[in-house]
């Protein structure tokens, strides 16, 4: 069965640090990747995806995340976080060739950011 | 409005019996999804529509659970003899043509 493993579940940062939130997936085929976040009282927004090509993938509002294959890793990470970044954000994984959209999320990690 | 709508954002019923919840996807997205978020837990997939019909609804748990897509738009999600394990927030999302998955803000479902 597919599992998407998200270890940390609640990150505690003051502005200005640095954050990387770790995703991990069993999944032995091909997959596409997302990051998706859902900040206080909102619905859940995409916020950068990977379907193929360069494994550095950049997103909206200064994110990035790197697909390393041979670890079955898709990792988020930001260089200086901001109060307003945060929310809930939740690693997804969908299978190359099967329903598209059908998406397996992990648990989420809740990051607090101090100013 | 430009967003996914669903209603109602909450609801309230007892164990046994009847609810549904109403969808109503960005216009002109073919594909409609429900998944269910528990509480602590990331959002699993029930069901996913390309227009009128069901392609995939292998999520659903079991037969009293149920949705309609009658006219390609709106969709309903039925649930039967509701139990308190159904308590959750089902969330619905469209896309165009199965690409970038757009979430509504969701109905939270409470069985006492």
């Known amino acids: 069965a597919q599992s998407v493993s998200q270890h940390n579940h609640h990150v505690i940062l003051s502005e200005a640090a640095s954050l990387e939130l770790g995703c991990n997936y069993s999944y032995g085929g091909t997959v596409n990747l997302f990051w998706y976040v859902q900040y206080p009282g909102q619905h859940l927004q995409l916020l950068l995806k990977?379907?193929?090509?360069?494994?550095l993938v950049k997103g909206i509002k200064g994110f990035e995340a790197e697909f390393i294959k041979s670890k079955f890793s898709f990792n988020l990470r930001k260089p200086s976080v901001q109060w307003s970044d945060t929310a809930e954000y939740f690693c997804?994984?969908?299978?190359?060739?099967?329903?598209?959209?059908?998406?397996?999320f992990g648990r989420g990690t809740q990051l607090t950011v101090w100013p | 409005g430009a967003g996914v709508s669903q209603t109602p954002s909450n609801k309230v019923t007892e164990k046994g019996k009847y609810v549904e919840l109403r969808c109503d996807p960005i216009?002109?997205?073919?594909?409609l999804y429900w998944y269910r978020q528990s509480l602590g837990q990331g959002p699993e997939f029930l069901i996913y529509?390309?227009?009128?019909?069901?392609?995939?609804d292998s999520g659903l748990p079991n037969d009293r659970f149920f949705a309609v897509r009658p006219e390609g738009s709106v969709s309903t999600l039925k649930i039967q003899r509701t139990e308190r394990g159904d308590s959750a927030v089902y969330l619905c999302a469209s896309s165009p043509k199965g690409g970038e998955l757009f979430f509504g803000e969701g109905s939270r479902l409470t069985v006492l």
């Open positions: 529509f390309q227009g009128t019909g069901a392609a995939d």
């Open positions: 216009s002109g997205h073919t594909a």
């Open positions: 990977y379907f193929s090509g360069d494994p």
């Open positions: 997804a994984v969908s299978h190359r060739g099967s329903t598209l959209g059908r998406l397996y």
